[in-house]
């Protein structure tokens, strides 16, 4: 689970940002931004994966947000009452990444800040490498690791999570599968079991409880789906 760290003037107001977050699948650890919290915040950077900045004075916003900036890169964003240009200029020139005026919709906010994650989760990959959750494709080494361990994987073994590891929470067919593993459209009558029991295989080797998939899920009567 992500963690997000959601720093506000004063926790005296009413504020819903903590519960919309949370709804949305995430960790929050919220404080207010007076200074005796600032060393706190400052600590808790290192565990988090975005920062939420509320704050309606632009000059106490900015100065925040640059020590954030100077202390990590991970995604910023601002919420905040002003929606006047020459405030997002200001805040921007801080080093945030977005800014929402409000009134702003739940939806929006976490839409917004799983887009920042995941853009973020890319740019800091190593290259070559997946990674979805705690395991681990080397795309050119071949490998797969899974919480550090090596796990070792046959051709199409490896090819196949691959194909779905490339496809986070998309649903993919048996026969998509097939085509672009085996690469042989000439043997459709036999993909069903080749495939299934290849996923099988490859189930065994990553998932903790096989009857219950963390990874790769099935969608009953269409094919499989690879949990992101």
């Excluded at 506000?8 to 949370?22: A, I, P, T, W």
């Excluded at 994966?49 to 925040?64: A, G, H, Y």
Aim: aromatic share 8%; glycine share 4%.
């Amino acid at each position: 689970m992500h963690n997000i760290l959601l720093l506000r003037e004063k926790l005296d107001g009413n504020s819903h940002v903590k519960d919309y977050v949370q709804l949305g699948g995430y960790s929050v650890v919220e404080m207010d931004m007076s200074s005796q919290n600032r060393n706190k915040a400052m600590e808790l950077l290192q565990r988090s994966n975005l920062v939420l900045v509320e704050c309606s004075r632009v000059q106490i916003c900015f100065e925040l947000c640059r020590q954030i900036r100077d202390l990590t890169q991970i995604p910023i964003i601002v919420l905040s009452e002003c929606n006047g240009e020459w405030e997002k200029i200001k805040i921007f020139e801080a080093g945030v990444d977005d800014y929402l005026a409000e009134p702003y919709s739940q939806m929006e906010l976490v839409a917004r800040i799983r887009t920042h994650i995941e853009r973020y989760d890319r740019l800091t990959r190593p290259f070559g490498i997946l990674k979805i959750r705690e395991l681990e494709i080397n795309l050119y080494e071949r490998r797969v690791h899974m919480r550090g361990e090596q796990i070792l994987m046959r051709l199409k073994e490896f090819d196949i999570l691959l194909y779905m590891a490339q496809r986070p929470n998309e649903v993919v067919t048996k026969e998509d599968i097939y085509l672009a593993v085996w690469k042989d459209n000439q043997a459709l009558h036999n993909f069903y079991n080749t495939v299934a029991v290849h996923v099988k295989r490859v189930r065994e080797k990553i998932e903790e409880d096989i009857d219950n998939p963390q990874y790769i899920q099935t969608v009953w009567g269409v094919g499989y789906r690879m949990k992101g």
